[in-house]
């Protein structure tokens, strides 16, 4: 804790020289002598890097050539392949000359619509290497959605692949990219595609080359030199309008951001293993698959899997077991499927795990019972930590680099060094603790943030624009009186009740509490009388009667909260609607509680969730 507290100071004091101090960390061409520039609103606008080089090439050259950089573990087709630093940098080499020899240069935009193979995580940095942008669209994406960002970007090129695997089930992609490319008005001038034995696909018509043939003409190519603040990546993130957004992530800032948090927050050391089970289409899969261990030196797992079903709930502790994974990153969704499965445990290693030393949550609000739960399982620390994909890092956690141990079960932790967090009420005034407000950022936000949206310039300053001077979340949530922040949801699930501001997210904390729930959401429906009523979704873990468990839940959230957040409405349903990274679609059963036209989303991982609580819903009265 002291080290933590030494360094908020610091960097609050000084963040120019806090960051300058980090930078050092990096390798650059041109090292940079300026930290945050306010004329072009950007950090070490004097620096010079490539930040393929930072993650492969260094790490050959500095005596970590035969150490292994990436694990690939694939449960789904059964293969297991390690690649060290040196194999590593002669494959992205080689990838970044193919993709050169399509005509793509620095500053050109590729789309990579890839499953989570090898070959994904190399296109990233083979583009980096180049200088080109690359844009990963989570593969599986309906085609108008891969359209939306096909014809944002405009991309010189579009890696893919024959098909994806979810689980059990094989997902060809040939339908769905050439659907696409005939759907978006921006026309692509190469694709190339990776065939994957699993499912081959069809281009003897030519619309796409194949990849290896390619590759295998392909010479190598160097990294090229590259201003601090030229776009690395674009990652699209979904937008109030339908509209992705199209967040904008620099070279310089993001290199330095990264490889700073993961000695600091993490407490990883290179040689290190460190697994995050998520996608490389999501901004933890960018941060904290591809690039951020790999800047620190460490060896990464990329798996292509669930944590169930591939084969069983097992498989998540038997890959730390085989890997020796120091620091474990997922989901609070994947845990809880995990101990739906496996409540008692059954699966956990005899072993204990000994080189596993903590477990990181996040994407969501990790309730308490499930942290409770991993922690006895586990014998480690479970932290919960937020951020989002325009911040790109985390900005609230348990800093373990830093010798921080302080955690509570439904908080996020305290403020990363480097970000300055106040709650601010509706008229950009600071609240007291313990009262819930608008969570903001104060400007400049630290290295490795966004520093626009891909042609919407506009959209980027709104984020900016109600609290001058500050950054606005577009989370609701408060300090307490021990300086834990707590994040509770996004701001419009903060619902007026009869003139009282709830928090949904608090009263899906308590619900998760209760024996027999295994999973929960709770919304805001529309009410004549009161304006807005909590309506809860309940997913039980044992053979608990629905109408004792719905009696059980009222209770208990009348007692932990309070009568004014009285939940009366209650459904008891087999799953609840998610996006195919987890997340639980609350505007969807929004809809749904307020007898609104549903649409079902093209992110969604089980579509027969909502024609199921629609059938339950719709024919019982509110």
């Known amino acids: 804790m002291h080290d933590y507290e030494k360094t908020i100071v610091a960097s ?29 609103q950007s950090w070490f606008p004097d620096g010079q890097l490539n930040s393929c080089y930072n993650a492969v090439d260094r790490h050959v050259a500095n005596g970590r050539a035969d150490q292994i950089a990436v694990i690939y573990e694939s449960p789904v087709t059964g293969q297991r392949q390690a690649f060290t630093y040196r194999e590593l940098q002669a494959e992205v080499a080689r990838t970044a000359g193919m993709i050169a020899a399509q005509g793509v240069g620095k500053g050109d935009r590729v789309i990579i619509y890839m499953p989570m193979i090898p070959q994904t995580m190399v296109a990233m940095l083979a583009c980096a290497r180049i200088g080109a942008i690359h844009s990963v669209v989570f593969g ?44 978006a008005k921006h026309r692509v001038p190469a694709v190339l ?168 949550l996040a994407g969501e609000r990790a309730d308490p019972d499930t942290i409770k739960w991993l922690e006895q399982q586990s014998g480690r620390p479970v932290i919960d930590h937020w951020w989002q994909t325009e911040l790109g890092w985390p900005a609230l956690a348990t800093c373990m680099g830093l010798g921080d141990d302080r955690r509570k079960a439904g908080s996020a932790g305290f403020p990363v060094p480097g970000y300055q967090f106040h709650v601010l009420n509706d008229n950009g005034e600071s609240v007291s603790d313990e009262k ?74 308590a619900l998760a509490e209760i024996d027999g729930v295994a999973e929960c959401a709770v919304i805001g429906a529309d009410d004549p009388l009161k304006g807005m009523i909590p309506v809860a979704f309940v997913v039980t873990s044992g053979q608990q009667a629905a109408s004792e468990l719905v009696s059980a839940c ?38 749904i509680a307020n007898d609104q036209a549903v649409t079902t989303p093209n992110t969604i991982e089980n579509p027969e969730a909502i024609d199921a609580i629609l059938s339950k819903v719709r024919t019982t009265d509110r």
């Open 12 to 40: 609050s004091a000084d963040p120019d020289r806090f960051w300058l101090e980090a930078s050092s960390e990096i390798d650059w061409i041109e090292a940079p002598g300026i930290g945050w520039d306010e004329s072009s």
């Open 140 to 183: 599986g994406f309906a085609p108008p959605e891969l359209a939306k960002r096909i014809d944002d970007a405009e991309p010189r090129l579009l890696l893919t692949a024959s098909c994806g695997i979810e689980g059990k089930k094989v997902i060809p992609y040939q339908p769905l990219v050439v659907e696409s490319l005939a759907l």
């Open 193 to 360: 595609l990776f065939q994957r034995e699993t499912s081959r696909a069809d281009i003897a018509d030519g619309w796409a080359q194949d990849w290896s043939e390619q590759l295998a003409k392909a010479g190598s190519a160097d990294c090229v030199p590259l201003k601090s603040s030229d776009p690395l990546y674009i990652l699209y993130t979904s937008g109030t309008t339908g509209t992705p957004k199209g967040v904008v992530r620099d070279n310089g800032g993001h290199a330095v951001a990264l490889n700073w948090s993961m000695k600091n927050i993490y407490g990883l050391m290179p040689g290190e293993c460190f697994w995050a089970a998520s996608d490389v289409g999501w901004v933890v899969g960018h941060s904290y698959i591809v690039y951020g261990p790999l800047f620190a030196g460490a060896t990464v797992v990329l798996y292509e899997g669930k944590p169930v079903g591939t084969p069983d709930a097992g498989e998540f502790w038997r890959v730390i077991e085989r890997n020796q994974v120091a620091v474990f990153f997922t989901a609070p969704t994947a845990i809880r499927a995990i101990r739906k499965e496996d409540e008692n445990g059954e699966y956990y290693p005899a072993s204990g795990l000994p080189s596993l030393r903590a477990i990181f």
């Open 436 to 509: 819930v407000g608008n969570i903001s950022i104060k400007c400049p936000l630290p290295p490795g943030c966004y520093q626009s949206l891909w042609g919407n310039e506009e959209g980027y300053r709104k984020a900016f624009a109600s609290y001058p001077g500050y950054y606005e979340t577009g989370d609701a949530g408060f300090r307490d009186a021990d300086g834990f922040m707590h994040v509770m949801g996004r701001t419009d699930d903060i619902i007026n009740v009869a003139g009282h501001r709830l928090s949904t997210g608090q009263m899906e904390g």
């Open 554 to 591: 009222i209770a208990h959230v009348r007692s932990e909260i309070g009568a004014v957040a009285s939940v009366k409405t209650i459904h008891v349903v087999a799953a609840l609607p998610k996006t195919r990274s987890g997340k639980i679609l609350r505007s969807t059963l929004r809809a």
